[in-house]
């Protein structure tokens, strides 16, 4: 099993910035593609940002220029680091993974729990 574990997020005014991180643990052989996505209240969850094996990136229309996603492999962990920030960047972020785990012949998609991003205007 893999558990997707997240930290940062928090509160901000506008124009500021955050950092979220997301350590994936457990039995992990190769990691197809880490990311992150957003559920805002009311709105279904979107893609914000991934980078899949080979360190290409992929991001929501919305924050790029803003935002961006890197990763350390050596500590499969994977962040996001958010800069000006606007109220509709309020959200949950959840970290999301494809992860292929001992045990297990075909990639699995694991979510962390979670964290609240609130952008004050």
């Known amino acids: 099993q893999v558990q997707l574990v997240e930290s940062g997020g928090g509160l901000v005014q506008a124009g500021g910035s955050l950092r979220l991180s997301c350590a994936a643990f457990g039995s992990i052989f190769v990691i197809r593609a880490m990311g992150w996505y957003r559920q805002a209240p009311g709105k279904q969850r979107e893609l914000v940002a991934n980078?899949?094996?080979?360190?290409?990136?992929n991001y929501a229309d919305s924050v790029k220029d803003r935002f961006t996603i890197s990763r350390d492999i050596a500590k499969n962990t994977v962040y996001l680091q958010m800069n000006s920030l606007k109220p509709e960047d309020t959200a949950v972020y959840y970290c999301?993974?494809?992860?292929?785990?001992?045990?297990?012949?075909?990639?699995?998609?694991?979510w962390g729990q979670g964290t609240q991003v609130t952008v004050s205007s």
């Open positions: 999301n993974g494809e992860i292929l785990s001992g045990g297990r012949i075909r990639v699995d998609t694991y």
């Open positions: 980078i899949i094996g080979s360190g290409s990136t």
